[in-house]
C-alpha cells in the first residue's frame, strides 16, 4: 500500500470522518430524488417497506439485532416480532465507559418483544482500534460497529439494524437547527459548504489547514469541491443538506466500513430502513413530513409507525444511539494513547502532520478540554496507527492500546 495513493482519503477522513474519493459500492442521491412529490398513505407504505424487507432477508430462525433503545433500532425490532412472531431474537447493547447508559431502556424494549437481552461493556474504546483498522484498512477511529459485529457473531449469523433512519428521514437535528438559523437566501453555493461543515461541531476545527504538513500539499478547495454540487442547485436549503448528509457518511463511511466488518465475521448484516424501495421513497417526501423545524424533531414517520407498536414512555426523546463521551475518553485513556504514539509519531517525521500543530494542541487540551479538537486527535491516533501497520509495517494488528 503507497501513501500517496492514499493521500485525498487521508485528507477527507481526517476533515469530514467520510471519503467521497473511494468508489462506493452505492449510487449517488442527486438533486432529482429529493424533488417533492405527493405521498398519499406513506405512513402505511413505509411500514409495508420495512416489514417486507424482514421478510426477505431474515430466512434463519435466530438474529441478532443491534439495540440502543432509539427510534430506529425500536422500529426495527417492533416489526421484526411482527413480522416473525417465533423467531429467537438476540438484542446487543453497547455500553462505553463514562458515557451516557442507555442500556436499561433498551433492556426494557427488548422485555417488550421478548428478546434476549445482552449488554456489552467497553472500558477502553481504543484498545481494538488497530484490529479494527487492519479490517478496515482505512484511518477511522470510531469502531463502535466492530464491537457489535464481533459481539453478535457469537450469537447468530446475522445482524439486523435500523441504520439509515438519520439519513432517509431527517435525523440529525442538531446540525440542522444550527444550519438553518446561521443561513441566508443571499449565501453563495460555497458559503452554504462551508456553513454545513462548521455545524459539524465534532469534526470541524478552524485551523484545519495547520494540521497538515508539506506532504500532505491539502487545500481546502479540493475538499468543498466534493460537497459544493449538493448546494448547488434548486433544492430548500434544510433539503440541500439532506442531500449532503446521504452521500456522506452514509455512502463513505458507514456502509463501506461496516460492510468489512460484517465481511470479516462472516456476519450477514439486514437493514430493512436502507431497503431498495425505501432509499427510492423517503427522498421525495417533503422535508416537512421528515423534520418539524419549528419543534427541530426528525424522524416524524417513523416516530409516528412506532408509536403503533410501544408506549412513548419507552423511547428517550433525546437519544444518543451508540456513542462515547469523548472527553471522558479522552481523560480516561485517550490523552495517554495519543502522546505514546504521535510522541514520535511516523506521520509528524514523514511530513504527513505538522510538529507544530500537534504540540500546541496537546497543551491546549491540557487546558481546556475541546471535543472537536478531541475528536481530531484520536483522527490523528487512527492515522498513526494505519501508518504503522500498511506503510511502515511495523505494528502487529493484533496490538491492544492501554495505558
Known amino acids: ?32 430524488d429529493f424533488m417533492p412529490e405527493e405521498k398519499l398513505d406513506y405512513l402505511k407504505h413505509i411500514e409495508n417497506c420495512i416489514s417486507s424487507e424482514i421478510k426477505k432477508e431474515v430466512s434463519d430462525n435466530h438474529v ?12 426495527v425490532m417492533a416489526l421484526l416480532r411482527k413480522t416473525k412472531p417465533d423467531i429467537k431474537i438476540d438484542a446487543i447493547s453497547l455500553k462505553f465507559a463514562d458515557s451516557i ?6 433492556g426494557n424494549i427488548a422485555n417488550k418483544f421478548n428478546a434476549d437481552h445482552h449488554v456489552i461493556s467497553i472500558e477502553n474504546f481504543l484498545e481494538y482500534l488497530p484490529k479494527a483498522i487492519s479490517i478496515i484498512k482505512m484511518p477511522f477511529w470510531d469502531i463502535h460497529w466492530f464491537h457489535m459485529v464481533k459481539t453478535s457473531s457469537k450469537y447468530s449469523t446475522s445482524l439486523v439494524s435500523g441504520d439509515g433512519g438519520d439519513e432517509l428521514f431527517g435525523g440529525y437535528t442538531f446540525r440542522y437547527q444550527k444550519f438553518l438559523t446561521n443561513f441566508n437566501s443571499d449565501m453563495t453555493p460555497l458559503q452554504r459548504v462551508k456553513l454545513y461543515l462548521e ?15 508539506s506532504e500532505a500539499n491539502f487545500s481546502w478547495d479540493e475538499i468543498y469541491s466534493k460537497i459544493i454540487p449538493y448546494f448547488d442547485n434548486s433544492l430548500s436549503p434544510i433539503d440541500q443538506v ?32 436502507l431497503s431498495k424501495e ?74 504527513w502532520i505538522s510538529e507544530i500543530w500537534v504540540k500546541k494542541h ?12 478531541v475528536n481530531k486527535f484520536l483522527g490523528l491516533l487512527a492515522f498513526e496507527i494505519w501508518y504503522r501497520i500498511f506503510i ?6 493484533e496490538t491492544k492500546l492501554s495505558i
Not at 456502509?255 to 430493512?272: D, G, M
Request: charged fraction near 25%; include cysteine.
Open 1 to 32: 500500500m503507497e501513501i500517496n495513493n492514499n493521500s485525498s482519503i487521508i485528507k477527507e477522513v481526517l476533515s469530514l470522518r467520510y471519503c467521497p474519493s473511494i468508489k462506493s459500492t452505492k449510487n449517488k442521491f442527486n438533486v432529482n
Open 64 to 75: 441478532s439485532v443491534a439495540l440502543s433503545g432509539g427510534v430506529d433500532s425500536t422500529l
Open 101 to 106: 447508559d442507555e442500556t436499561e431502556i433498551a
Open 199 to 213: 455545524c459539524h461541531e465534532r469534526d470541524w476545527v478552524p485551523d484545519q489547514d495547520e494540521l497538515f504538513d
Open 242 to 273: 439532506f442531500l449532503a448528509d446521504i452521500n456522506g457518511k452514509l455512502l463513505y463511511n458507514w456502509i463501506p466500513l461496516n460492510s468489512n466488518f460484517h465481511n470479516f465475521f462472516n456476519l450477514k448484516p439486514i437493514t430493512p430502513i
Open 278 to 351: 425505501l432509499k427510492k421513497f423517503a427522498p421525495h417526501l417533503k422535508n416537512s413530513i421528515k423534520y418539524n423545524q419549528n419543534k427541530n424533531i426528525g424522524k416524524i414517520p417513523l416516530r409516528e409507525i412506532l408509536s403503533k407498536h410501544i408506549s412513548s414512555d419507552l423511547i428517550t426523546p433525546n437519544k444518543q444511539g451508540f456513542s462515547v463521551n469523548t472527553i471522558n475518553l479522552w481523560n480516561s485513556h485517550g490523552k495517554e494513547i495519543c502522546q505514546y504514539y504521535l510522541d514520535n509519531a511516523r506521520i509528524v517525521k514523514d511530513k
Open 362 to 373: 496537546l497543551k491546549r487540551l491540557d487546558e481546556k478540554p475541546d471535543v472537536r479538537y
Open 392 to 397: 511502515t509495517k511495523e505494528m502487529n494488528p
